[in-house]
């Protein structure tokens, strides 16, 4: 299968990658879009993802819905701007056909394809494989984009996303594929003596797979293939774009945690997993944290005093001196496996539906900035 170079190659400099990954309830899609906005109000052009399957971002923005294809936020008086989007795999494979060039006759026996129809429908799993080839065609469709910002899916289904490109490259590319899409061609007349005995003994092949998997099943995968040949090219062109944008010196992790022990097995595993696949350390964000401020002032050590004092407030006393203390050990324990550690104190207003709503996303994103330094 031939591939072509990327656009975002040939153009020059890709835009800048940021994965937000970790488990879930940690509040990584609200960091991921408070990042984007952070972003786009020091004048960056931003592209907004996310993969993850429950569809969170668009609560964190405060909006009803996000098409696939994505929507430009409104913010007023801001130097850059931001495109959101959710993935949704049916839609976009849909598109893709589309714009491959497909004629309406293809395109309708593609759609009656059963292989088509639980892809695009009904196999949940697509969302991870395909993410990346998505993450990939932004910089082709988005002129001027600077940075793209990609919220992952909750836990270690994160590690699927990082590792796909490889697998899906790999396969769209290998030998039984082709092999595949040349036997469900029609039959040509004018094939040699050579070829047509290889059919044949192809067949026979194709009976004893069949015996394990049924013979309409392989017909209609070679069908699908056919059919999606053009849309697999370019598929291919974006997956190899991926592998090498997610393994850029340019591309930045955020590992968001919180001060949960399984939150913070889940980050310590991706934090290992990203050295395991040659990728830059990622930067480890301790969200909804105790702050620092507090914990430090003598007149909160003075309440504390009294309150421990008091029958009816030693609960919530206790509660603070345990919560305070675990937060320590788990930062201790992440500053081993990360490049930097940051807390970020639990934020006030988000979950109001108001103007200021979007302001206080981009204050914790301008936190994340600020302490890794990026640009």
Sequence with gaps: MKKNPPNALRNGKPPRLHLFLGAGGVGKTTLSAGFALALAQRGHHVGLMSIDPAKRLQGALGLSELPEIGARLDLPNCPGSVRASVLHIG???????????????????????????????????????????????????????????????????????????EKLSAFLDGKLIEWLKWFAQENNTQAGLLQRVVKGGARRILDGLAELGGQRFMLHFA???????????????????????????????????????????????????????????????????????????PSFEETLRTMRQQEDDSFFANYLDNFIIVQRRVQEQLSHAAQSVLTLPVAEHLDAHSALRLEDLASLGHRILEHTGDR
């Excluded at 774009?241 to 850029?248: E, G, I, K, Y």
Aim: negative net charge; aromatic residues 10%; contains cysteine.
């Design 91 to 165: 839609e976009s494979l849909k598109r893709w056909v589309n714009e491959a060039g497909l004629s309406q006759a293809a395109q309708e026996r593609l759609y009656e394809n059963e292989l088509f129809r639980a892809l695009a429908e009904r196999l949940a799993t697509a969302t991870d494989t395909f993410a990346a080839v998505r993450m990939a065609e932004w910089p082709e469709r988005e002129e001027g984009l600077t940075d793209l910002v990609v919220d992952t899916a909750p836990g270690i289904h994160a590690i699927d996303f990082l590792s796909k490109p």
């Design 223 to 297: 069908e699908f293939l056919i059919l999606l040949d053009q849309v697999f090219a370019r598929m291919m062109t974006r997956l190899d774009f991926a592998a090498h944008w997610l393994r850029s010196a340019e591309t930045h992790c955020y590992v968001v945690t919180s001060v949960r022990y399984d939150a913070v097995q889940v980050a310590w595993e991706l934090s290992k997993t990203l050295k395991s696949l040659k990728m830059k350390p990622g930067q480890v964000v301790i969200n909804r944290a105790f702050p620092e401020a507090l914990r430090t002032d």
